[in-house]
């Protein structure tokens, strides 16, 4: 092991002639920007590993890339829930292809514990990344990577991701197309080192969210051809009363307004991807705590009003209401445990009721 390199690019330009860079590094989306407006409602307070947007000024991403390494090396460390570290032929991190929260531990730990590398005689397009079992992550994180990946032009013979464990894995997988023959499973402890390793940046490192991954999904997930839409659903609340954290305390209380206006209750994890897809085109109007659920607001119809309960947020979902023109409302809420120790974002939270009523009533929701 000898050190890092910050971005990949480095790593490409010390080993290839300046006159073969093209063929081993492209770029794309190196001029996107964007000008973030604030919210209606409460003020934000962001999560402490957020860098939150300056509203009213002009925004500008890191480009995307893509990298070809060849004899580089993919490894799926046994904790974390699957952390990824890409490395170069001398076992180097690319610092660039690692989510931030994870750096740390390689750095003390794991970077010690780095298995020897089983061959891979071909080229490997490398989408697992952080934080797979998490529905946003894995949408906008892992699947946003194939569009890089296509845009390349480089040939794949397969596709790297995490074990595909979860049914909403395997069904967006399939939606996006990818043959299950080009798809080879990194579980957790393994380490391959391809002949050429394919490394699409990662779409949160450019800013956490960015528009042309959401563009992407959209146009891959809504198909008019397996698209319903349903006046049934154009008011809704989705409920996280299945989740281990983030619960609204008072739930009870707060549907018997919601059922009044007309809400129904959503558990997400009790439907299909495309069953989501479908509500939330749906819907003309949707109340969610903070979770990943929000993620599918990025299938929902321009002007469509989103009411985000939480108590501290990250910015991902008020950045995609941006981009698609939603009428977004942040509605801050007391944390259900006070005293509790554990961090801020997992806190089940208690809705003021009569807050919301009022919200609903001057936003003309009757």
């Not at 395997?170 to 391809?194: C, F, W, Y």
């Not at 659903?233 to 007309?262: F, H, T």
């Not at 003309?284 to 299938?299: D, E, H, K, R």
Request: include cysteine; glycine fraction near 6%.
């Amino acid at each position: 092991m000898s050190g890092l390199y910050i971005h990949t690019k480095d790593w490409i330009e010390k080993t290839t002639p300046k006159s073969d860079i093209q063929d081993f590094y492209k770029e794309f989306y190196t001029n996107e920007t964007v000008k973030y407006t604030l919210p209606k409602g409460d003020q934000p307070q962001w999560v402490d590993w957020v860098y939150p947007p300056r509203f009213g000024e002009n925004h500008k991403f890191r480009k995307s890339y893509v990298s070809k390494i060849e004899n580089g090396s993919i490894w799926m460390c046994d904790k974390g829930g699957g952390m990824v570290y890409a490395l170069t032929p001398d076992q180097t991190c690319l610092h660039d292809m690692v989510f931030h929260l994870y750096w740390r531990y390689f750095e003390k730990t794991a970077v010690h514990k780095i298995p020897s590398a089983s061959p891979y005689y071909g080229t490997l397009g490398v989408l697992a990344w952080a934080g797979h079992a998490n529905y946003w992550h894995w949408l906008h994180d892992t699947l946003g990577r194939y569009h890089l990946l296509q845009l390349s032009g480089f040939k794949i013979d397969k596709y790297v991701l995490p074990p595909l464990t979860l049914p909403f894995q395997r069904e967006t997988v399939n939606m996006l197309g990818i043959p299950e023959d080009k798809i080879l499973q990194l579980t957790s402890g393994k380490h391959l080192k391809a002949e050429n390793l394919i490394l699409p940046s990662v779409p949160f490192n450019a800013g956490t969210c960015v528009n042309w991954t959401v563009e992407f999904l959209r146009d891959a997930f809504l198909k008019a051809d397996r698209h319903t839409s349903s006046s049934n659903y154009e008011r809704i609340y989705i409920s996280r009363e299945d989740a281990s954290w983030r619960k609204v305390a008072n739930e009870p209380k707060l549907m018997k307004l919601l059922i009044q206006k007309g809400f129904k209750k959503i558990v997400l994890s009790s439907l299909t991807v495309q069953e989501q897809i479908d509500i939330f085109s749906s819907a003309n109007v949707i109340i969610s705590p903070n979770g990943a659920g929000l993620a599918n607001i990025m299938f929902c119809q321009p002007g469509t009003k989103v009411i985000q309960l939480f108590t501290s947020t990250s910015d991902e979902f008020l950045k995609i209401g941006q981009y698609l023109g939603l009428d977004y409302y942040f509605l801050k809420c007391r944390n259900a445990n006070p005293g509790s120790r554990a961090h801020e974002i997992i806190k089940n939270l208690v809705v003021d009721v009569k807050k919301l009523s009022r919200i609903l009533e001057d936003e003309g929701i009757n």
